[in-house]
């Protein structure tokens, strides 16, 4: 029977050993593999086999260390042989240190020398660039200076020219403050290109307004006349020369709608219009109305490229161009407009084609020449037919005062009188309808009532001289009350029926005394 033993009769190393298997776990990993590498080895459970199974362990132990040794053995030779080269590349460095050393010695005045010359070579690569700017301020690169040789053909021309003209303002600069002998020389060279460059595109200008036959123009013609407005005096010179060839252009086109009409023959020749006298007038005075309006677009269109004042006056504008066409034009109108009244001897037809040339003188003058006087070739083609009305009016005029037609039986006018009375309704309510301004339609129109009246009056008195007074007062009476009706209604002739009223209530005066008179006898 085992006798129990307390700890304390216990040897106290042989109690922590024991305390500590008591401890241990006996279900970790190293204890279980630890245990299977051991029956590996180990043979029968036997105390013989227990007692030596610590040298075992041991020799085992020795024999795992020989082993690992072999292992390791080529390791440690290779870093033997690493550590032979390291050593050898120290060596061969510390030789190279020594040369670089020795050649760093030798070359440190060489070295020197270079930073020396890197020094300058920055200090002359920077001035270059200085100088190279400098010169693109105030020169021309090669394919500028090519572009303005070319003409204004694409934008480089006109790009190069502004910098050419920026370039000129710069060297003004540089004339102020120093070198005023390369300011100079720069100077003039600049300016022969400029000139240069300028003729070049006067020279393209011309030939672009010579060559205009349509209702436009090239591209870059805008471009171009903002850069010759510095000219004023090429400027002027191109205007000439646009309005020399619109003037050509329209006159074709004008002659070949009087005569030709237009493809395939329509519209009509407008001159196979000439028997009806007022539309053939209106049709000519439409042409040339519905021309000017689009040249005076166009030319608008030029001016606005190209404004007046912007760096000098030019002598031409927006009217005088387009006044200038219209004398051009004037020509053909003004040699039909006689053959117009030179073969129709109607007044009243006279004072149609007048009317209508009124018109037309006022729409031209207004909104395509822009003026508020009437242009000197419109004024003309008025004049000319209100002469021929009135050569016509008064001619009929003069042979009634010659020979005063004799009054009706019944006292009232005769045919010839009462016919201009006819005509002064007609003109008057022609006068009325027409779209002539006012104020000019009314100054006209009284100016006419003043050389009808008069001279009608007049040759009605001559008429009734052979009558009696009372006779010859009625006849007056008569006659004036259908010049009264003819002009009632119209605010425009009010001056000349208030004067009629005047003379008809002495004319009824004259009967109501010679009936008077006639009653006490």
């Not at 693109?136 to 006109?158: S, Y």
């Not at 066409?325 to 109108?333: D, Q, R, T, Y």
């Not at 040699?335 to 037309?360: D, H, M, P, T």
């Amino acid at each position: 029977m085992a006798v129990p033993v307390s700890s304390a009769d216990m040897n106290p190393t042989l109690a922590k050993k024991l305390r500590k298997v008591l401890e241990m776990r006996l279900d970790t990993p190293e204890l279980t593999g630890s245990l299977m590498d051991l029956s590996s080895f180990y043979g029968e459970n036997s105390p013989e086999h227990r007692r030596g199974l610590r040298a075992q362990l041991e020799r085992r132990g020795v024999e795992v260390h020989k082993k690992m040794l072999e292992a390791f053995r080529p390791v440690a030779e290779a870093v033997q042989e690493l550590d032979r080269s390291v050593d050898d590349v120290i060596g061969k460095c510390d030789g190279v240190t020594e040369r670089l050393r020795e050649v760093k010695e030798k070359n440190a005045a060489l070295i020197e020398a270079s930073e020396t010359i890197q020094s300058k070579r920055e200090s002359v690569a920077s001035k270059r660039e200085m100088v190279g700017s400098f010169f693109e301020q105030i020169f021309l690169r090669p394919d500028e200076a090519a572009a303005l040789t070319q003409g204004p053909e694409n934008e480089a021309f006109f790009s190069a020219l502004q910098h050419l003209q920026s370039i000129q303002r710069d060297n003004q600069v540089l004339l102020q403050i120093a070198n005023q002998r390369a300011g100079i020389e720069i100077m003039d060279k600049m300016s022969t290109q400029l000139e240069q460059a300028f003729e070049v595109l006067y020279r393209w200008i011309i030939d672009r307004f010579q060559e205009m036959q349509g209702k436009g123009y090239d591209s870059y013609m805008d471009n171009a006349l903002v850069a010759l407005r510095s000219r004023p005096a090429l400027l002027d010179i191109c205007l000439d020369e646009y309005v020399m060839a619109r003037k050509s252009v329209l006159l074709r086109q004008f002659l070949a709608a009087l005569t030709t009409g237009g493809s395939g023959g329509m519209p009509r020749p407008i001159d196979m219009l000439a028997h009806e006298p007022t539309r053939f007038v209106g049709d000519m005075l439409a042409w040339v109305h519905e021309a000017l309006a689009v040249e005076r677009d166009l030319v608008q269109t030029l001016f606005q490229a190209s404004p007046a004042g912007s760096a000098g006056q030019s002598q031409h504008s927006v009217s005088s161009v387009v006044g200038a066409i219209l004398v051009e034009l004037s020509g053909p109108i003004k040699g039909r407009l006689k053959q117009v009244l030179a073969s129709n001897s109607s007044v009243i037809l006279c004072f149609q084609v007048s009317n209508i040339l009124e018109f037309y003188v006022h729409a031209i003058s207004s909104k395509c020449v822009a003026s508020t006087e009437m242009h000197p070739s419109m004024l003309e083609l008025s004049e000319l037919c209100r002469a021929g009305f009135m050569n016509a009016l008064q001619s009929h005029l003069d042979r009634l005062l010659r020979s005063p037609p004799p009054p009706n039986s019944d006292l009232t006018p005769a045919h010839s009188v009462a016919e201009v009375i006819a005509w002064t309704e007609q003109m008057a309510g022609l006068c009325a309808s027409s779209i002539v301004p006012e104020e000019h339609r009314c100054s006209s129109f009284a100016k006419i009532l003043d050389s009808i009246l008069e001279p009608l009056l007049r040759a009605c008195v001559l008429s009734s001289q052979a009558r009696n007074s009372t006779d010859a007062a009625i006849f007056m009476l008569n006659t004036t009350c259908m010049l009264l009706s003819a002009l009632a209604g119209h605010d425009f002739a009010a001056a000349a029926s208030r004067d009629l009223e005047s003379r008809l209530e002495g004319f009824v005066s004259t009967v109501v005394d010679d009936q008077a008179v006639a009653g006490w006898h």
